[in-house]
C-alpha cells in the first residue's frame, strides 16, 4: 500500500543493490574490514595429542588468551615458522598430559628470539601466560 499513497497500487514494493558496487564504494572511502586479532599462542604436538591439545587450548582460552591449535601436526621448527609468519607471539609444544598438569616447551617470536634461533623452555601454563607480551588482546 505504499506505492499506492504515491500513484498506482502494487502487490508489493523493494530495491535492491549490488553488493560488488557497495564494497567498491566503501574501499573508495578507505574502509577496511577488521579481522580478528592474532592469536598469541600456537599450540601444537605429536600425534596422539590432540585430546591434550584441546583441553590446553581450552584452559588457555578460559584464562583469556587467544589461541590457535594446529591441526596440521607440523613440526616444531615449522609450527615456529608458521607463528613467525602470522605473528602470533609464542608457540607451546605439548608433550604430554598428567593429572590436569601439561608437560609443556615455549619458544617465542619476534623480540623474544632472533630469526633462526629458537629458544624452547620448559614452561607452566602459568609461565606461558606471564610470558605473554604487554600489548595482547587479553
Do not use: H
Not at 598469541?40 to 578460559?62: D, F, T, V
Not at 596440521?72 to 598430559?97: F, K, T, W
Not at 607452566?124 to 607480551?133: E, I, K, R, T
Amino acid at each position: 500500500s505504499l506505492v499506492g499513497r504515491f500513484g498506482q497500487e502494487f502487490a508489493a514494493t523493494g530495491f535492491a543493490f549490488g553488493v560488488e558496487r557497495a564494497m567498491l564504494a566503501l574501499d573508495r572511502q578507505g574502509w577496511r574490514e577488521q579481522g580478528p586479532p592474532p592469536a598469541e599462542i600456537l599450540i601444537a604436538g605429536e600425534a596422539g595429542l590432540e585430546g591434550a591439545l584441546l583441553r590446553l587450548a581450552a584452559e588457555l582460552r578460559r584464562r583469556g588468551a587467544l589461541v590457535e591449535v594446529d591441526v596440521l601436526g607440523l613440526s616444531a621448527e615449522a609450527a615456529l615458522e608458521y607463528a613467525r609468519r602470522r605473528g602470533i607471539a609464542r608457540v607451546a609444544l605439548v608433550a604430554g598430559e598428567s593429572a590436569g598438569e601439561f608437560d609443556l616447551k615455549v619458544a617465542g617470536t619476534g623480540a623474544w628470539t632472533r630469526p633462526g634461533e629458537a629458544v624452547w623452555r620448559q614452561a607452566s601454563v602459568d609461565q606461558l601466560l606471564a610470558s605473554l607480551p604487554e600489548s595482547s588482546a587479553r
